[in-house]
C-alpha cells in the first residue's frame, strides 16, 4: 500500500470512532483495510481502575431525572419503596416539554413529602440540574444522542450517572466515558434491567451454582415489533428512535440480549469479547409498515434483523439479534448451553444432562422444570416479592430490583452490580457492529475498554449475598 493510500484509509477509519459507519460505506462498494482498522480499534488505552469501585455511603440517595418521557414516568415509580424506606429522594425532573414534568410531578407528591423542582423548554435546562450540589445521582431516560452528553457532563460535575442504554453510539464516545469515569472516580451504569429479571437471575445462580458445568455457547436478542410506536405522533418525541433506522445498519439495542449473555460467561470477570462479525438482512417489513402507515419516509437502512457473532478471548461463541421491524412475538432469546444442562427462553425451558450419553433428549417436565426454579431462583428475587408484584408496572418488576439494587449499594457504600466496563462494552457492540456490516461482515476486533483487568476472575457483584 502506498503512503497516500494509507492516509486516505487512516482518515476514513479514523472516522469510524465519531460518525455512524453506514454514513461512511463508500457508494462504490470499497471497504477500509482490515489490518489498519484492528490495528486503530486497539490503540487507545484504559485505566481500568473502576474495576470494584466503591464511594462513601450516600445515606439517602438525592436523585435528579433528566427525561419524562414514557422510559422516565416508569423509572420514577420504582422509587415507591425506597422514597418511603428513606433510602431515596427525588430532588429534580428534567425534560423539554413542562406538561411531562409536571406530569410526573404530581405522582411524585403521591409517594415523597416534598416535590421536584422542575427544568424543562430548552435543550441545555438539564444543565441546570446537574449542576446542583443537592444532587448525589442522575438518572438519564432521554433519547439515545443525548446519552454520553450527560453521563460525561454528570461526572464532570461530581455526580454518579445512571443511564439507559445505549450509554454511547460511537467508539470515540465509549473512550470518552471510560476516561471521564475513570479519572473522576464517578459510578457509571448502564440501566440494563434485563440482568435483574427473575429468569436471567435463576440462570446465573444455577451456572454459579454449577448446574451448566462449562457455559461454551450463549444468545440473546432484542426482538420486539417496534414499527407502531416508531411511527407513532406522540409516542417517542418527534419520533426519533424510527431516524436512526434511516440512515443506520446494524444492531442499535445490545443490552438486553448481551447483558444477561455476558453475565454468564463472567465477560470482564475472568473473560473478555475478542472480535465480532456482524451481518444484516434486507430491510422489507419497516418500509411495508410505513406504507401501511402512510409514513413520509418509505426506505430504511436498517435491515429487518441484525445477527451479530462475538467471540470471546477463552473461546466462547454469543449470537445476538435485533430485530425491530418484523411482526412476530417479542423474544429475547436467553438461550444458555453448557456442558452439563441447557436453558432456551421464551418459552422458558429447561434440560439438564446425566452422567452417561443419550439417544435423544427432552426438556425437563414441569414437575422437574419447578424443583430446579424454587432450588436456584435468585435471593433476591424471593426477598423482594412482595415489593417486585407491586412494582409489576416496571416490565414485570425487574425495572424495580435494577432501581432498588442501584440506590443500595449507593446507600452501603459497595461497588454497582453493572459497572463502567460493563456499560461501555455493551454499548461499544452498537458502532462495531455498524462497522462490520458496512465492511462486509469483517471480523472486527474489540478493544480492551478494561485495561486488562478483564483477566482476573471473580464472582458475579448481583450474586453478592447482600442488601
Avoid at 406530569?103 to 435543550?123: F, M, P, R, S, V
Avoid at 461463541?317 to 429475547?332: E, V
Avoid at 465492511?439 to 474489540?446: D, I, Q
Wanted: glycine share 8%; net charge negative; with cysteine.
Amino acid at each position: 500500500m502506498n503512503r497516500k493510500s494509507f492516509l486516505n484509509l487512516t482518515a476514513r477509519a479514523g472516522l469510524f470512532f465519531g460518525l455512524a459507519p453506514s454514513m461512511l460505506a463508500n457508494k462504490n462498494n470499497e471497504t477500509i483495510d482490515k489490518e489498519l482498522l484492528n490495528h486503530l480499534l486497539t490503540q487507545k488505552k484504559a485505566q481500568g481502575n473502576a474495576v470494584g469501585l466503591t464511594a462513601d455511603p450516600i445515606s439517602k440517595v438525592r436523585v435528579g431525572m433528566i427525561g419524562m418521557g414514557n422510559r422516565g414516568s416508569v423509572l420514577i415509580q420504582m422509587f415507591d419503596y425506597l422514597i418511603k424506606n428513606n433510602h431515596a429522594e427525588i430532588v429534580a425532573l428534567s425534560d423539554l416539554k413542562q406538561e411531562k414534568v409536571e406530569k410526573n410531578n404530581q405522582y411524585l407528591k403521591t409517594i415523597q413529602n416534598t416535590t421536584a423542582d422542575l427544568y424543562y423548554g430548552n435543550e441545555t435546562e438539564w444543565k441546570k440540574l446537574v449542576e446542583r450540589d443537592d444532587i448525589d445521582l442522575i438518572i438519564i431516560a432521554t433519547p439515545w444522542n443525548y446519552h454520553t452528553e450527560m453521563s460525561v457532563y454528570g461526572m464532570e460535575q461530581g455526580k454518579h450517572v445512571a443511564c439507559e442504554q445505549p450509554m454511547a453510539m460511537t467508539l470515540e464516545d465509549c473512550w470518552k466515558l471510560i476516561e471521564v469515569a475513570e479519572r473522576t472516580q464517578k459510578h457509571c451504569m448502564y440501566l440494563e434491567n434485563c440482568c435483574f429479571n427473575g429468569e436471567e437471575l435463576w440462570v446465573l445462580n444455577m451456572i454459579d451454582q454449577g448446574v451448566f458445568g462449562d457455559v461454551n455457547h450463549a444468545e440473546g436478542a432484542y426482538i420486539h415489533d417496534l414499527r407502531k410506536h416508531m411511527m407513532d405522533a406522540n409516542y417517542y418525541e418527534n419520533q426519533w428512535r424510527i431516524k436512526h433506522h434511516e440512515t443506520k445498519n446494524g444492531n442499535f439495542y445490545t443490552g438486553h440480549g448481551l447483558g444477561p449473555t455476558s453475565f454468564y460467561m463472567d465477560i470482564g470477570r475472568g473473560d473478555n469479547y475478542e472480535y465480532i462479525t456482524s451481518m444484516s438482512s434486507r430491510e422489507d417489513s419497516l418500509s411495508a409498515g410505513a406504507r401501511m402507515e402512510n409514513f413520509p419516509v418509505k426506505q430504511f437502512a436498517c435491515g429487518d434483523m441484525n445477527t451479530t457473532l462475538i467471540k470471546t478471548k477463552l473461546g466462547r461463541t454469543i449470537m445476538l439479534q435485533f430485530d425491530t421491524h418484523t411482526g412476530r412475538p417479542y423474544s429475547r432469546l436467553n438461550n444458555v448451553f453448557g456442558t452439563k444442562a441447557a436453558h432456551q427462553g421464551y418459552p422458558s425451558r429447561l434440560y439438564v444432562g446425566h452422567d452417561e450419553l443419550q439417544w435423544g433428549h427432552s426438556w425437563l417436565n414441569d414437575e422437574e422444570y419447578k424443583t430446579y426454579r424454587e432450588r436456584y431462583d435468585h435471593p433476591l428475587w424471593n426477598k423482594l416479592k412482595t415489593q417486585i408484584d407491586a412494582n409489576a408496572v416496571g416490565h414485570g418488576g425487574m425495572d424495580f430490583v435494577m432501581v432498588y439494587r442501584l440506590i443500595r449499594c449507593l446507600n452501603e457504600g459497595l461497588a454497582l452490580d453493572i459497572n463502567l466496563y460493563d456499560s461501555v462494552l455493551w454499548s461499544a457492540i452498537t458502532p462495531l457492529s455498524e462497522l462490520s456490516v458496512a465492511n462486509n461482515s469483517a471480523r472486527t476486533l474489540v478493544p480492551d475498554f478494561t485495561g486488562g483487568t478483564w483477566e482476573t476472575p471473580r464472582k458475579n457483584e448481583v450474586l453478592r449475598d447482600i442488601l
